[in-house]
């Protein structure tokens, strides 16, 4: 059984960082399809940004240049680190696995 929990939301100020991290049971993240989705309050589900098997990572057009997927395979999890943040990123952030799996969510909150 797949558990994915996700951690690092939080409350910060347009132009601050987070990093968010995903870790995860029963899933070998470095022989996976992981992507980063983000709900924002009242909209649909979307794509923040993948990274597949061999590395190659996959960005949302609205977060290019300021977010990083990146994997620890050596403490098997994936992160999302975001800078220069904007109050447009506020959503509930999710970390899933094969588009298959997915956690319960982590907020981000960015205030203007």
């Known amino acids: 059984q797949v558990n994915l929990v996700e951690s690092g939301g939080g409350l910060v100020q347009a132009g601050g960082s987070l990093r968010l991290s995903c870790t995860g049971q029963?899933?070998?993240?470095?022989?996976?399809?992981d992507a980063w989705y983000r709900q924002p309050p009242g909209q649909q589900r979307e794509l923040v940004a993948s990274?597949?098997?061999?590395?190659?990572?996959n960005y949302a057009d609205s977060v290019k240049g300021r977010f990083t997927i990146s994997r620890d395979n050596a403490k098997n999890l994936v992160y999302l680190q975001m800078n220069s943040l904007k109050p447009e990123d506020t959503a509930l952030y999710y970390c899933?696995?094969?588009?298959?799996?997915w956690g319960q969510g982590t907020q981000v909150t960015v205030s203007s």
């Open positions: 990274i597949d098997s061999g590395g190659r990572t």
């Open positions: 899933a696995v094969e588009d298959i799996h």
């Open positions: 029963g899933v070998t993240f470095r022989f996976t399809y």
